[in-house]
């Protein structure tokens, strides 16, 4: 009864998530709202006002995690209407279902799904490593892209606009091949991501490339779309010569896995014992 209840909850939430152009997932508020059970939109909102607030007592940036948008909805005689929205991170989920009813069952099912899954974005190294390999993948595939979302931000404080050019850069660094090539080499669909198609220690060394430019990008010195890429070659560069210094297998010889995340997602409860440790 417990697999059956988490399957749904997963799939109740995972129906309504969406995914940016940068791989970056996100929930739109009106659509939670009504999985919630909520029915006005007022009433809504002020668990979305609480949520914000734990945001902020959190010391987590408002802005990052409850987006602003606006949406055009159609009314009768073909007339439109502009309505309020939030584009939701995962976290910013998690603290509306905890702000929430508690008497309400969707509610309930929210605060077990978002717990277990915002839980791994914050594992020690002691739980990652007692993880198998497909939790391994699914745990880093999710870091990056947290921290690709990152990347991307403050590669557009740094004057990057051509974001294929950028991250090129950062592969072509790592691996001394642009995405296209590696993703002929792994004999992917133009549709399918590479990151999709990488084991956890590929997915590792592109972590490591991906924070490693996060943080030089961060600190506001870079203001060219020229500049920024070669800052993201340079630090592909040192991640590839100290992989190489310490005797590691270079990340195109590394094994590109027959499953891909999106695949182990569907088929693999990724809550297996993380659930255990909240």
């Known amino acids: 009864m417990n697999n059956k209840i988490q399957e749904y909850s997963q799939k109740l939430f995972e129906d309504i998530k969406n995914i940016d152009e940068n791989g970056v997932e996100f929930w739109y508020a009106r659509e939670l709202q009504k999985v ?103 745990y880093n595939r999710l870091q990056t892209k947290i921290h690709n979302k990152k990347l991307f931000v403050l590669a557009d404080k740094s004057g990057v606009k051509n974001y294929g050019k950028f991250n090129n850069a ?27 198609y990488m084991g956890s220690t590929e997915l590792g060394a592109n ?8 943080d030089i990008l961060s600190k506001g010195h870079i203001s060219t779309e020229d500049k920024a890429c070669k800052t993201h070659k340079e630090v592909g560069q040192k991640v590839r010569k100290a992989i190489k210094d310490i005797g590691g297998t270079m990340p195109e010889d590394l094994p590109t896995p027959k499953e891909s995340i999106k695949k182990i997602e569907k088929s693999f409860l990724v809550n297996k014992e993380l659930s255990n440790n909240i």
């Open 207 to 214: 972590i490591f490339r991906i924070t490693q430019t996060e």
């Open 36 to 138: 919630l059970e909520y029915i006005e939109w007022r009433n809504f909102l002020k668990i979305i006002k609480k949520a914000k607030i734990s945001c902020d007592s959190s010391k987590n940036a408002i802005s990052e995690h409850f987006v602003e948008v606006n949406k055009t909805i159609k009314m009768p005689k073909g007339a439109t209407k502009e309505i309020e929205d939030f584009k939701l991170t995962r976290y910013a989920c998690y603290l509306i279902v905890q702000n929430g009813d508690p008497k309400k069952k969707p509610i309930a099912l929210g605060q077990t799904y978002f717990a277990v899954q915002t839980r791994k974005q914050e594992l020690t190294e002691q739980e990652y490593l007692s993880l198998d390999e497909y939790e391994k993948r699914l």
């Open 170 to 196: 950062g592969y072509l660094g790592l691996y001394k091949e642009t995405a296209s090539q590696i993703k002929k080499r792994k004999k992917l669909d133009k549709n399918e991501d590479i990151l999709d």
